[in-house]
């Protein structure tokens, strides 16, 4: 069961110019065309932590859809072999959308988010970019807006947004941070 609650959540912007990070030797970072399965599976480990459910909740055609169109661009992070994250944008004209963007779990905290964050910046310009924003709620991991400022975001916006959650995500998060007010609609 989902419920809509209110989100804090805030805007960034690339600036142009920002410091480029690079990945370790053993990281690459390549286009990736995955099927909605392949998809769902990588999505759910790295957003889940995070209580992502939009594209979980999508019809499956509206996501196929998305998956096919070519404005869509992923990117998989690979260390060693192994899979670490993806990177998703949305482009409309010149402008790229930091739709999804995470590390697994198992390669947070070893160093590679700014690396990551960085080249996938550069790989969207290089696409025909010229201008990355993205958008992040207080639900995001907590060193996630450090690491966007890092790696050369500047935030340009907040609101409050109403945000479907998973009820059991929402109980274990409410348990950690009993301070914050739980307002929601059933959906």
């Not at 690979?78 to 482009?91: D, H, V």
């Amino acid at each position: 069961m989902y419920k809509t609650i209110p989100v804090a959540t805030s805007y960034y912007e690339h600036q142009k110019g920002a410091p480029v990070f690079s990945l370790p030797q053993n990281a690459k970072l390549h286009l990736w065309q995955p099927d909605i399965e392949a998809y769902l599976n990588v999505y759910r480990s790295i957003g889940e932590p995070w209580g992502w459910t939009g594209r979980i909740l999508m019809p499956q055609e509206e996501l196929k859809a998305i998956l096919q169109d070519e404005n869509n661009f992923l990117f998989q992070l690979s260390l060693g072999g192994n899979f670490a994250g993806f990177a998703e944008f949305q482009q409309v004209a010149t402008d790229f959308e930091l739709v999804y963007f995470g590390l697994h779990p198992s390669f947070i905290g070893k160093g590679l988010g700014k690396g990551f964050l960085s080249t996938a910046c550069q790989m969207a310009y290089k696409a025909g970019a010229s201008r990355i924003w993205l958008h992040t709620c207080e639900f995001d991991h907590p060193n996630a807006a450090e690491n966007y400022q890092k790696a050369g975001f500047e935030k340009y916006h907040s609101e409050i947004c109403h945000e479907p959650y998973d009820e059991d995500f929402l109980e274990k998060f409410k348990r950690q941070f009993p301070r914050i007010d739980f307002t929601y609609e059933k959906q």
